[in-house]
């Protein structure tokens, strides 16, 4: 799909060989505050994860797709979860390597994830949060239109504490 093609990248349903750079996103400690695992998780899991998910929003209720680059490196991961059919909503996920980061590529990819969530599922809106001390994620979305919406306080646990969450809202 063309859509989900721009600037020698695009996105894609995830494929066995992803799974090296699945394990190494998922089991990234500095992630797990706002991705919520209790743990890290096995390569088994992961790779049963890729053979038996069907990457249809509508059956699984969310949907993850691969950005890579020309050479089908993966760049980065983005995720439709909390997928609400009845209201055609979801919450967006996003994760771009460390090595490519500050080149554009998390705005790249939200606005090919835009055009197909949009323009080919359907849905009315999506959201996303980030921890209020996030401002990395609160920029990024910030400039693909999204518009803070609410403080969710004390949202996260982090360590002994907690953390309070900005809610983030895209209705074009």
Do not use: C
């Amino acid at each position: 799909m063309k859509m989900l093609m721009r600037n020698g990248y695009k996105l894609r349903a995830p494929e066995p060989e992803d799974l090296d750079a699945m394990y190494r996103f998922e089991n990234e400690p500095s992630l797990w505050e706002t991705s919520n695992p209790t743990g890290p998780y096995s390569r088994f899991y992961l790779k049963d994860y890729i053979a038996t998910n069907r990457n249809d929003i509508y059956i699984d209720r969310q949907l993850r797709l691969m950005m890579v680059d020309d050479l089908d490196e993966v760049v980065g991961i983005v995720d439709l979860f909390r997928f609400e059919p009845f209201h055609n909503r979801a919450e967006v996920g996003i994760v771009i390597a460390p090595e490519h980061r500050g080149k554009g590529l998390g705005t790249l990819a939200l606005q090919m994830l835009h055009e197909y969530a949009f323009g080919y599922l359907g849905l009315h809106q999506l959201h996303a949060s980030a921890l209020t001390g996030n401002r990395a994620a609160q920029a990024l979305f910030r400039k693909a239109g999204y518009e803070m919406v609410a403080t969710l306080k004390e949202w996260i646990r982090v360590g002994d504490s907690y953390s309070d969450v900005v809610v983030m809202q895209l209705v074009p």
